[in-house]
């Protein structure tokens, strides 16, 4: 950069109108090079600098590829593919995989992820020693009601279930345990024959295709650490198979890893329901949303979080989610940002950590009136802020309201008259303060109400971390289960309560077809 900041703070209109005609040429092209070498830098990514690919945000990354992806599957041209239409290329010779794979290719020419039609498939080769054996034995007849003997019934099916055992004070470590689940079948004197076989939980609505049964080789305690390293640990189904190799001696598939975190998202989908009646009868909710990809679906991910519960929804940045969770009666505080959806509910509450981060920029801008008026909200709302915190302690005998009654009516007569300043921030931040009038300085009023949405940002930062490593999620159905069991996990860490053994005892319940139990209680000394 040719001109530094303290050259940018000297120039105004009126100086440059003053500069003669050669002067202001050669600051022109210093202004003009300066230009370009901003733009340019913009314009940097991953591709054409030196920058990282951890730099750029995933939906841009996604929107490339995908438009790549729908160039080629339109037919049209690419720089790296011409197609020529005026003599027939040359026949390629066909290998074994390309007959394999015609069919497939026909009907779609991108190879989709996973096992593809035709390939060979592989069976399960790591056997483990049984530790345990547990008997399934039908006990009457189905059609007579007869009560069988132990000469009547037969083995024939049977499979095993790896779990573990939970460290405690007394037993530390965790420690594999194989169960040998053997099922028997009778044959009645009416000729009847009746089995007891593995109990299979009816889908849930959202979840069709995935089901709960007895019959699976990762047990409740396990897969309860599956999703503990994918989501808390933030590991790759990969690492997670690399993780359980190394340190448990067990092989599992990459496939049977994805299927226990989704047979473990539809175990805890009914908490969903006690979830959302926490967040509708909750007096205070936080409220906010950070982008999230689903593929190549630009999506959001949401947050509420209230004093005893934290639930998450990924959807689209709209009303919809707000009044099929809300509706338009809901009457608590509503803590968020300045997203105009919110201004639908009257008891709300603005963050003010966004307004302090506006008026830091309007004080560092190079407009004067932007400085001086970024300056001005600064020392309001630091003012407002210490006697609120003060009032916190020690309530004042006379409203805040009044106290600060001739300070706020000047700054709102400011606003008012910067609406149309010629500064965009400037006149932007004017705006919303006159717009969100209420909602900014409610808490003046009702000083308990809290000054930041703090509380709704710390429980995104950690998905937002993950979500720079995994750029999201695939499929609606993996948003679904990413969304109820990280509700699970951070509603447990809030009550101070073991999310891992609660989501062991939802699956084995699920699996078996008992009800699953509710929420753990808040823990005794977190109140």
């Known amino acids: 950069m040719q001109l530094s900041d303290h050259d940018l703070n000297q120039l105004d209109e009126d100086k440059l109108l003053d500069l003669p005609e050669e002067a202001l040429r050669r600051l022109s092209i210093r202004l003009l090079n300066d230009l370009k070498e901003a733009r340019e830098r913009l314009k940097q990514n991953s591709r054409n600098s030196s920058r990282p690919p951890s730099s750029e945000a995933p939906w841009d990354k996604a929107n490339d590829t995908a438009s790549d992806t729908d160039a080629i599957d339109a037919g049209e041209d690419t720089p790296d593919q011409e197609v020529d239409n005026t003599s027939p290329a040359p026949p390629a010779k066909e290998s074994k995989q390309d007959?394999?794979?015609?069919?497939?290719?026909?009907?779609?020419?991108?190879?989709?992820?996973?096992?593809?039609?035709?390939?060979?498939?592989?069976g399960r080769q790591q056997v483990?020693?049984?530790?345990?054996?547990?008997?399934?034995?039908?006990?009457?007849?189905?059609?007579?009601?007869?009560?069988?003997?132990?000469?009547?019934?037969?083995?024939?099916?049977?499979?095993?279930?790896?779990?573990?055992?939970?460290?405690?004070?007394?037993?530390?470590?965790?420690?594999?345990?194989?169960?040998?689940?053997?099922?028997?079948e009778a044959t009645c004197h009416c000729?009847?024959?009746?089995?007891?076989?593995?109990?299979?939980?009816?889908?849930?609505?959202?979840?069709?295709?995935?089901?709960c049964s007895e019959w699976r080789l990762v047990g409740p305690g396990l897969a309860a650490l599956i999703v503990c390293l994918a989501y808390r640990m933030r590991l790759s189904r990969a690492r997670i198979r690399e993780f359980l190799q190394d340190w448990l001696g067990l092989s599992l598939s990459v496939g049977t890893i994805n299927n226990t975190l989704h047979e473990s998202g539809a175990a805890a989908m009914p908490i969903e329901d006690e979830l959302i009646e926490a967040v509708v009868n909750s007096r205070l909710l936080h409220v906010d949303e950070t982008s999230w990809m689903e593929l190549t679906t630009f999506l959001w991910l949401w947050v509420f979080s209230t004093d005893s519960v934290t639930a998450y929804w990924i959807a689209y940045r709209s009303a919809e989610l707000l009044e099929n969770l809300l509706g338009a009666d809901y009457l608590g505080w509503l803590m968020g940002d300045g997203y105009q959806t919110y201004r639908r509910y009257p008891n709300r509450v603005r963050c003010w950590a966004h307004l302090l981060r506006k008026a830091q920029g309007l004080e560092e801008s190079f407009d004067p009136v932007a400085r001086q008026f970024g300056k001005h909200t600064l020392a309001l709302l630091n003012t407002l802020m210490n006697a609120i915190r003060e009032a916190r302690v020690d309530p004042p005998d006379k409203p805040l309201t009044e106290t600060f009654q001739e300070a706020l009516a000047l700054y709102r007569a400011l606003c008012e008259s910067l609406r149309e300043a010629t500064h965009k921030?400037?006149?932007?931040?004017?705006?919303?303060?006159?717009?969100?009038?209420?909602?900014?300085?409610?808490?003046?009023?009702?000083?308990?109400?809290?000054?930041?949405?703090?509380?709704?940002e710390r429980a995104l930062r950690h998905w937002v971390i993950l979500r720079r490593i995994s750029y999201g999620t695939r499929t609606e159905q993996g948003s679904r289960v990413f969304a109820i069991l990280i509700s699970v996990i951070e509603t447990c860490r809030k009550r101070q309560q073991s999310p891992w053994l609660y989501l062991a005892v939802v699956i084995d319940h699920q699996r078996t077809g008992r009800p699953i139990p509710k929420l753990p209680p808040v823990a005794r000394g977190s109140e």
């Open 191 to 211: 000729v009847h024959v009746t089995r007891d076989e593995p109990y299979r939980h009816v889908p849930h609505g959202s979840l069709p295709n995935v089901v």
């Open 425 to 456: 921030k400037t006149r932007e931040l004017a705006g919303e303060m006159l717009n969100d009038w209420e909602a900014i300085f409610q808490v003046v009023a009702s000083y308990h109400l809290p000054l930041t949405n703090n509380e709704a």
């Open 128 to 184: 483990l020693p049984v530790t345990d054996y547990q008997d399934h034995r039908p006990e009457l007849c189905a059609c007579c009601g007869t009560v069988f003997t132990a000469s009547q019934q037969k083995a024939y099916t049977a499979f095993d279930t790896v779990d573990l055992t939970w460290a405690d004070a007394n037993d530390p470590g965790l420690r594999l345990i194989t169960t040998r689940h053997t099922y028997y």
């Open 99 to 122: 007959s394999q794979t015609d069919s497939s290719q026909a009907s779609d020419n991108v190879r989709k992820p996973g096992k593809q039609p035709g390939a060979q498939g592989f």
